[in-house]
């Protein structure tokens, strides 16, 4: 394939590696994602199967070292695949992209060569899965406000707090949880641990019944007196908040992708849908009022695409990311939203109702615009970076 770059020698070319991983990810989600969504959705529940189908084929650890069980692959490859698979179910995606980019990710670049022996190579080959345990009842947005507490106790800590709206929360062998162990140096007091599940005082609490991404389990973690071994700290004393603040600037990246899936999605429905339904003796697609909805559908996605595609080449070329991830992420969040109502409104009648989908685009792409860092958030992040 030729190449084509921008003045920036940005290249968004997709190379035969990349072309390959959009059909792998296009299959499995045409072929196993794709029979019982609606189910899933209406019963908010993701077989185990289902996970363990996504490990086999490399989706769980596709960034990660070849050595550590990962494949090794780019940022650019991640979101690719994140974008089909987000185009048929966003419960799915969100179970990835939590493992890729949180959770693998954080221990690959921040843990120790043990951390990474023990518990990154499982997780990167989808033996077990993982969760990112930041959020509580009073720190969503403002994340310094930890209220969960890692008391020194010598050999180890005493893990003692709540953690909220946690993604695999249920489904989880190992999560990375961020407390503070010096409440008095308030950021600078705050670390990240890797907690097993099945650990005396650690309790899953009560599942969330949510509007969207129903199929994924989100619940609250509870930790009382939870011994953490020293050796299950990330990094220096002190370092969580850096390491929570640097994980999520990568994480918009993955929801950035998903989001441009669910609107992907919904978008090629309406395109089908335009070109079957009838009405006044003629298909839809060739009224106007549907034309410059479908136009405005393709414009807008492609917008996002390009701006996921440069925030996961900025983040492959080592280069600083912070602020095209966070563009990113706002934009093609509301391109998600825009496009579902739209696909909806296309649909008619028939967009109201679950058997043709697009309802459950619109419910699931409003999280986009909330989690790992909410659209306001991001507002915050772009101005910060443009006006240093």
């Not at 899953?204 to 700290?233: C, Q, W, Y």
């Not at 695409?305 to 492959?316: E, G, Q, S, T």
């Not at 986009?368 to 240093?388: D, N, P």
Request: aromatic share 8%; net charge negative; proline share 2%.
């Amino acid at each position: 394939m030729s190449n084509t770059t921008t003045p920036n020698g940005m290249d968004f070319n997709l190379n035969e590696e990349h072309l390959a991983v959009q059909e792998a990810a296009r299959d499995f989600a045409t072929n196993d994602l794709l029979p019982g969504v609606i189910t899933r959705d209406e019963e908010q529940k993701f077989g185990p199967e289902l996970i363990k189908k996504m490990g086999e084929l490399g989706f769980l650890g596709m960034m990660v070292a070849p050595e550590y069980g990962g494949g090794g692959m780019d940022t650019l490859s991640y979101v690719i695949a994140m974008e089909e698979i987000s185009k048929i179910d966003a419960s799915a995606s969100v179970m990835m992209s939590v493992n890729n980019s949180l959770v693998c990710w954080g221990l690959e670049t921040y843990g120790d060569e043990d951390q990474k022996r023990k518990y990154l190579t499982p997780l990167a080959t989808g033996k077990v899965i993982g969760a990112f345990c930041l959020s509580e009842p009073e720190a969503g947005s403002d994340a310094t406000s930890q209220h969960t507490t890692a008391i020194d106790a010598g050999e180890h800590y005493i893990l003692n707090g709540t953690k909220n709206w946690i993604t695999n929360g249920n489904s989880s062998s190992i999560c990375l949880v961020i407390a503070h162990t010096h409440p008095e140096k308030a950021h600078k007091g705050i670390n990240a641990f890797i907690v097993e599940k099945g650990t005396e005082g650690f309790v899953v609490g009560k599942k969330e019944d949510k509007m969207g991404i129903r199929a994924s389990d989100t619940h609250t973690l509870m930790f009382s007196d939870v011994k953490v071994p020293k050796a299950n700290r990330i990094g220096e004393d002190g370092f969580g908040f850096k390491f929570a603040m640097s994980t999520l600037n990568g994480g918009r990246i993955g929801i950035a992708a998903q989001a441009l899936g669910i609107a992907s999605g919904a978008y090629e429905r309406s395109l089908q849908y335009s070109k079957e339904r009838k009405t006044f003796g003629k298909p839809i697609s060739e009224h106007q009022a549907i034309q410059f909805k479908l136009s405005e559908m393709a414009t807008r996605i492609e917008a996002a695409r390009l701006l996921v595609y440069k925030a996961a080449r900025l983040k492959d070329q080592g280069k600083d990311y912070i602020k095209a991830a966070a563009m990113a992420k706002l934009f093609a969040s509301d391109v998600a939203m825009w496009v579902t109502t739209e696909a909806v409104q296309i649909h008619g009648g028939y967009g109201y109702v679950k058997e043709y989908h697009v309802e459950r685009h619109m419910r699931d792409a409003k999280i986009t615009q909330i989690y790992e860092g909410t659209s306001e958030i991001q507002k915050l992040v772009i101005a910060r970076e443009i006006l240093k």
